[in-house]
């Protein structure tokens, strides 16, 4: 259980798109629709797991001289894997994916989580993160590419939601793209907000006070 | 001696770790056969896009060698009336990668049905194209495809489509002698 913060934190408290801002691009382009943005977000997170763990497994081998390159490889031999299987059996998701599913290799959320975590933590740890991480990038890609696609084209996962809405193309092309993605990272910053004020707050007890020196711990300056 | 240290052992290792990689990829290649998809229809496919011209249970392949590159093959059915051209729009427009098309013609030259198989567009914009009730438009045009519409918001892919469609009407023209 002692693990269980490193898979929670990247679903909201520090979410790679939502929170750390990391993969823009992606995010913005293949979430026109909702079944796009879920293979997106799937084939990232299968290839964030795999090169967590590997990378957490063969960090001790690595000379420090050539880390980077050597995670780029791991990574770049996922991704590769990733997309013969996806052309091979999903060739429609490889088509609509298109270049952003080789461009998942330089994807700043998988190096830096194979910089900052894999390479310091152990394999369950890093395997755990990378799945935290990685269903973060999906749910927040989902949720983006839900409301594009709803508003776009006034359908979900393909299925029409009736006539009664007109679709607005607006939602569909980058800058509505732009706009969903700004409101997102606004309503995730409020309730993130909430929950941090809503937490007691911690006595400042005259251990942690700089000046418990100078009055020796009376404990009257409250 | 420290120095040399410095050098030898990353290139070994990121040698070692490359030489592994390749290894597992190769065979993943071999496994998935990603290099075996040709640009031909599968066995599925022929029976799948069967209706796109009438009397036709499954395609047949018919043995034409063109020099057009955009012309993929060219199939028709038993009774060798109708024809099918298989086409991409390379060249002409599109975006990252051609769309692919079938176009199935009646002997006299018009369109029996136009059927979009491969649509690499943007998802929910130019992939309108594949719209069935938007491609009921090609049906009976002959000669030129010029006069069908674009569709709001999907005009770059609609015009790369037509293009593509005029280029199988022209081709048409002239493999029909050599084939009907």
């Known amino acids: 259980m002692k693990y269980m913060k490193e898979f929670t934190k990247g679903i909201l408290k520090e979410n790679p798109v939502l929170v750390m801002l990391l993969g823009t691009c992606p995010t913005l382009a293949t979430t026109t629709l909702l079944s796009s943005s879920l293979g997106m977000g799937l084939a990232t997170t299968f290839v964030l797991l795999c090169s967590n763990i590997v990378i957490s497994l063969i960090k001790n081998f690595i000379p420090k001289e050539v880390r980077l390159p050597s995670y780029i490889l791991v990574i770049a031999g996922f991704v590769t894997f990733v997309s013969f299987i996806l052309q091979s059996y999903l060739p429609s998701l490889y088509e609509s994916l298109g270049i952003f599913l080789s461009l998942i290799v330089v994807n700043c959320i998988i190096l830096g989580r194979a910089e900052m975590f894999a390479s310091k933590n152990n394999v369950i740890a890093s395997a755990l993160d990378g799945i935290g991480m990685g269903i973060g990038f999906t749910l927040a890609l989902g949720l983006i590419g839900s409301i594009r696609e709803i508003l776009g084209c006034g359908t979900i996962l393909g299925i029409s939601i009736g006539n009664w809405f007109e679709p607005i193309i607006f939602f569909i092309t980058p800058a509505g793209g732009f706009l969903v993605f700004g409101v997102l990272i606004a309503v995730v910053n409020t309730i993130l907000k909430a929950k941090t004020n809503k937490k007691p707050k911690e006595e400042f007890g005259c251990a942690n006070c700089p000046s418990k020196d100078v009055c020796a711990g009376k404990g009257e300056c409250k | ?180």
């Open chain 2, 1 to 180: 001696m420290k120095n040399m240290k410095n050098i030898i052992v990353p290139t070994i290792v990121l040698t070692i770790i490359s030489t592994i990689i390749a290894v597992l990829l190769a065979l993943t290649y071999n496994l998935t056969g990603v290099g075996n998809l040709g640009t031909g229809l599968t066995d599925e496919e022929l029976s799948e896009y069967a209706n796109i011209i009438p009397n036709c249970k499954k395609l047949e392949l018919v043995e034409y060698t063109s020099e057009e590159k955009d012309l993929l093959g060219i199939y028709t059915n038993e009774s060798k009336e109708n024809l099918v051209l298989h086409i991409k729009t390379a060249g002409y427009a599109g975006k990252s990668k051609p769309i692919e098309a079938l176009v199935g013609f009646n002997s006299d030259g018009s369109i029996t049905n136009v059927k979009v198989i491969a649509c690499p567009e943007t998802p929910g914009l130019g992939t309108k194209i594949q719209d069935e009730k938007y491609l009921e438009n090609y049906v009976g045009v002959k000669e030129t495809a010029n006069d069908v519409d674009t569709i709001t918001s999907a005009t770059i892919s609609s015009k790369a489509l037509r293009s593509g469609v005029e280029f199988a009407l022209k081709q048409f023209e002239v493999v029909k002698e050599a084939v009907l």
